[in-house]
């Protein structure tokens, strides 16, 4: 049981706000000619990144797993590598983190903060200021992704839906579709936002316009053979990357399941009622975000306490899965899968049908 890490990360999210000004007064006082120019709107910003480095911090401690955290810091030195702040930024904001830490929480609770804190420094240093594409050249599908991903950064979402159709009509299977054109363009496109390359406009646009040619595409999901499985498929509340859990959906769909499909921010009695009413043999949970890890747990217990029978097997993927290789068992799921392709064979094998 991690129950140090579950208290200190639960004391620093309680004390977020007194931590964040802590460390951005540090911050400013350390760096000021640095903040000058931004005046209050920098200082507003500089709170809310405070809050998410110590956020951050709160979840990887839960977790018992430092891996989230230092990923998280990586992510952030690309993000500011991208706006142009010097790299001495990320470094002085973790020491004063860490006194602002030292400061506010007993001593056995900034031990361990420390610990982690250390090594993101550490790691800080070793780690990229940019990343490379996620389209790769010589990749099955890499022209097809290429053109898609032009037409949408271009805010063409016409002529991206019916490229798409097309590439379907002609014989390219849906599934190759959301593995090799889809995923690394929706990848690509969170890159290029990070690195300052593009909007946050632009970003959300370009997942609206893949989430309705996904619904254009349905005539070619649905199967026709069923299993007979149920799945349910939500993500946590507050998650606004949803693609990837209409992926497992789909997939699962063109498996022959009978999936319904919740989007995210479903209260969570209305996600047990829906267990209950289709008689639901998974439950499949997403997180993008480590910082919904904890809303993943809390799902996985309030789902474990009710009355549903049979008890219900519980699916969970995303990002900090991915990062964290037995974050899927501390969260209380039965599996875990990378993607929707391994989803579809993670959930037969939680059904215990090796069709």
């Known amino acids: 049981m991690n129950i140090i890490g579950k208290q200190t990360g639960q004391m620093i999210i309680d004390k977020l706000d007194v931590l964040s000004q802590i460390a951005v007064d540090r911050q400013y006082a350390l760096q000021s000619e640095l903040w000058k120019p931004f005046k209050q709107v920098g200082v507003s910003k500089s709170l809310r990144d405070a809050g998410y480095h110590f956020s951050y911090l709160a979840e990887s401690l839960a977790a018992n797993d430092p891996s989230l955290f230092l990923d998280y810091i990586?992510?952030?030195?690309?993000?500011?590598?991208?706006?142009?702040?010097?790299?001495?930024?990320?470094?002085?904001?973790?020491?004063?983190?860490?006194?602002?830490?030292?400061?506010?929480?007993?001593?056995?609770?900034?031990?361990?903060?420390?610990?982690?804190?250390?090594?993101?420094?550490?790691?800080?240093?070793?780690?990229?200021?940019?990343?490379?594409?996620?389209?790769?050249?010589?990749?099955?599908?890499?022209?097809?992704?290429?053109?898609?991903?032009?037409?949408?950064?271009?805010?063409?979402?016409?002529?991206?839906?019916?490229?798409?159709?097309?590439?379907?009509?002609?014989?390219?299977?849906?599934?190759?579709?959301?593995?090799?054109?889809?995923?690394?363009?929706?990848?690509?496109?969170?890159?290029?936002?990070?690195?300052?390359?593009?909007?946050?406009?632009?970003?959300?646009?370009?997942?609206?316009?893949?989430?309705?040619?996904?619904?254009?595409?349905m005539p070619f999901i649905i199967s026709k053979v069923k299993t007979g499985h149920r799945l349910v498929a939500t993500s946590v509340g507050g998650e606004l990357h949803e693609i990837g859990m209409r992926m497992v959906a789909d997939f699962l769909e063109m498996d022959g399941w009978y999936t319904y499909y919740l989007g995210a921010s479903t209260p969570t009695e209305s996600i047990v009622r829906t267990l209950q009413e289709h008689k639901a043999d998974i439950l499949a949970i997403s997180a993008t975000l480590t910082l919904h890890v904890s809303k993943v747990a809390e799902l996985i217990d309030k789902v474990h306490s009710s009355s549903i029978y049979p008890p219900v097997k519980i699916l969970v993927g995303g990002y900090p899965f991915n990062i964290a290789s037995d974050l899927w068992q501390q969260v209380g799921a039965d599996g875990y899968a990378r993607d929707a392709a391994d989803a579809v064979s993670v959930a037969r094998r939680l059904v215990q049908d090796p069709a």
């Not at 904001?93 to 056995?108: H, K, R, Y």
């Not at 992704?145 to 590439?167: C, E, K, M, P, V």
């Open 74 to 217: 990586t992510w952030v030195k690309v993000l500011f590598t991208g706006l142009k702040l010097p790299s001495e930024a990320l470094t002085v904001a973790l020491q004063c983190s860490n006194q602002a830490l030292i400061e506010t929480l007993p001593p056995d609770m900034t031990a361990l903060t420390q610990s982690y804190i250390d090594a993101a420094l550490q790691h800080l240093s070793k780690s990229p200021g940019g990343l490379e594409s996620f389209i790769l050249a010589g990749s099955p599908m890499y022209e097809l992704a290429t053109h898609y991903l032009n037409l949408l950064l271009r805010g063409d979402r016409h002529l991206a839906g019916q490229l798409i159709l097309d590439a379907v009509n002609h014989g390219i299977g849906v599934r190759e579709i959301y593995l090799q054109v889809f995923q690394p363009c929706q990848q690509e496109v969170g890159r290029l936002w990070q690195m300052n390359q593009i909007s946050v406009a632009q970003e959300h646009f370009c997942s609206i316009v893949t989430q309705t040619i996904m619904s254009q595409l």
